[in-house]
């Protein structure tokens, strides 16, 4: 009878029941390298420039339009600081279709207001305007280090990283406590604490001089100093705060991986790692890190904008073939990650579809929300194909779905790749507190992931 039911029934194991000491120690491996990813690339432009410098390590180098191309040229296109297409030349022509796998390098952030400066009672604050879904409460009493850009009218455009350093001074937004806390304490979480309430602390100390706004004028003359930049210069600045906790191991057994910002640089550096490990693949392999995901793909750095077809066609002109001949036969893993089931709040996950800690890359057939709205809904072939293709490569995989039927969900950039007519299927690491200032990840997850990437980036079949 067991015989039977092994044979009938669907049993997923755990990965550490499936893998040998050997692939253990790959996968440590590969994740110590991921972590020193994240941890250096805490905004959509760090993670862009820290993945142009590890693909300039392997002979990469930017694309230039008109470029001659040969199977196995490696090849970048920058996209405004804020996103990165990556390709390595196959053997085939492109006419043959492209492997693409997409992540999104920008992550849910206190960005500040343009005009973002106040004293208040004799403190300092920067006013914010929060980027994606955040849970509000979450971004108060934690540390915050500020990263980003001031653009200047003279053409110069001035980094900003501060509180990176363990000697440098970080921020943070005050809470109320909890002795004057009654009424706030009634309100609903969504409620307690506000948008236009998110306000961080910057300074305390008076400028030595008569007048008003002294801790103003003594945290701009810091500034000055430091940048050389006026109050009007906000004006143009693109600055984020974000927390400002290291990446580390969790657990006892340090299985798992803490961190800010997983979503979805675990994809991006997965995807960015296969790439780079390739050697003269079958057909074009693309890599992209794009930006804007998190509030709808929108803007010329989301994959709504036309930059990607433009590339896209740049190389396919290379080799007189129509854009939507390659686009038809090409296939994208939209990497992006999923919830994992939570032992704290099984309530909102329906167990037999939601994906588990440890039970390797999660791959979604569908995303959306209230009856699959906003999803493309990858075909039952090519569902077929990645099973058939993780079977053969080892990768250690599972169905996930993001939630029970109506408690909510989301979306991804996969509706834009298939909106190009490509062939485009879900799949991802699961993510334990999705969107919270600290995410948590389980290392074989991560490193099956990029397992994934690979065996799509390698397969010398069509995905049809
Ligand atoms: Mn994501
Ligand atoms: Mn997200």
Known sequence: MDDLRNRLFYEQKNAYDLIDTAERIDAEKYCRAYMRYLNDSRTEREAVDNAILLAEKSGFVPYVPGMELKPGDKIYQN??????????????PLSAGAVIAGAHVDAPRLDLKQTTLYESDEMAFFKTHYYGGIKKY???????????VVALKSGETIRVVIGREPDEPKFVITDLLPHLSQDQMKKTMAEGITGEGLNILIGSAPY????????KLAVMSIL????????EDFLSAELAAVPAFDVCEIGFDRSLI????????????????????LKHPARTCVCLLCDKEEIGSEGVTGMQSEA???????????????????????????????????????????????????????????????????????????VAYV???????GVIWQMAELGKVDQ???????????????????????????????EVVAKLDCYMTYKGVLAVYEDKETAK
């Open 79 to 92: 996209n405004r600081g804020k996103a990165l297409m990556l390709a390595v030349m196959g053997r085939q």
């Open 138 to 148: 979450q971004w108060v009493t934690i540390p915050l280090e500020l990263h980003g």
């Open 208 to 215: 030595a001089d008569e007048g008003k706004d002294r801790v």
């Open 224 to 231: 000055n100093d430091m940048y050389g930049i006026t109050e």
């Open 258 to 277: 803490g961190g800010y910002g997983h979503d979805d640089r675990v994809c991006a550096f997965a995807e960015l790692q296969a790439l780079l490990d």
């Open 308 to 382: 990607f077809d433009c590339f896209m066609q740049d190389l396919c002109e290379s080799q007189g073939v129509a854009l939507r001949r390659c686009y038809e036969n090409s296939f994208c893993l939209s990497a992006d990650v999923t919830a994992a089931f939570d032992p704290l709040y099984p309530e909102v996950s329906e167990k037999r579809s939601a994906s588990k800690i440890n039970y390797g890359l999660g791959v979604c057939k569908f995303t959306g929300v209230r009856g699959k709205s906003g999803t493309s809904d990858a075909s039952a072939e090519l």
């Open 387 to 393: 099973r058939r293709l993780f079977a053969d490569r």
């Open 408 to 438: 909510g969900g989301g979306g991804t950039i996969a509706k834009f790749m298939a909106k190009r007519n490509i062939d485009t299927i879900d799949a991802g690491v699961p993510v334990l507190s999705m969107h919270a200032p600290f």
